[in-house]
C-alpha cells in the first residue's frame, strides 16, 4: 500500500507565497511522474503541475511563471512552491502520485492521491 501526505496549506493574502510539500511512503518501487491538482469550489479539478522522475514539468498556462514544482527522487517527495497568489489561486490541492510497488512478487503501476490541503488567498 502507498499512502501520499500533502503539507503546507493555509491562509495567505493576495501576492503572498505558500509552499506544499507531498510525502509518499509504502512498499514504493518507483515514482512516476508526480503532479500537483486542484479543485476550487463549484469547478472542476485543474491540473497544476507536473513532474516526471527526469525532472521534466508542467505546467497549467494560470500558474506558469507563479508556481514551480520539484521533487526528491531519493525521498519520495514533491513540493509546489507557489508565489505571488492570487485568490483564484484557493482551491484544495491534492498531490496524485504514479506508483510502481512490488507485491505479492508482482509489479504493479498505480496512481495514488493524497487526502488533499486547503489553500485560502484572501484579496
Known amino acids: 500500500q502507498v499512502h501520499l501526505v500533502e503539507f503546507g496549506g493555509g491562509l495567505v493574502q493576495a501576492g503572498g507565497s505558500l509552499r506544499l510539500s507531498c510525502a509518499a511512503s509504502g512498499n514504493i518501487l518507483r515514482i512516476n511522474t508526480m503532479t500537483w491538482y486542484r479543485q476550487a469550489p463549484g469547478k472542476h479539478d485543474e491540473l497544476v503541475a507536473s513532474?516526471?522522475?527526469?525532472?521534466?514539468?508542467n505546467y497549467a498556462g494560470s500558474v506558469k511563471g507563479r508556481f514551480t514544482i520539484s521533487r526528491d527522487n531519493g525521498k519520495n517527495t514533491a513540493s509546489l512552491q507557489m508565489n505571488s497568489l492570487e485568490p483564484e489561486d484557493t482551491a484544495v490541492y491534492y498531490c496524485?502520485?504514479?506508483?510502481?510497488?512490488?507485491?505479492?512478487?508482482?509489479?504493479?503501476?498505480?496512481?495514488?492521491w493524497g487526502q488533499g490541503t486547503q489553500v485560502t488567498v484572501s484579496s
Open positions: 513532474i516526471t522522475s527526469g525532472g521534466s514539468t
Open positions: 496524485n502520485a504514479e506508483v510502481t510497488t512490488v507485491q505479492a512478487m508482482s509489479i504493479m503501476t498505480g496512481d495514488y
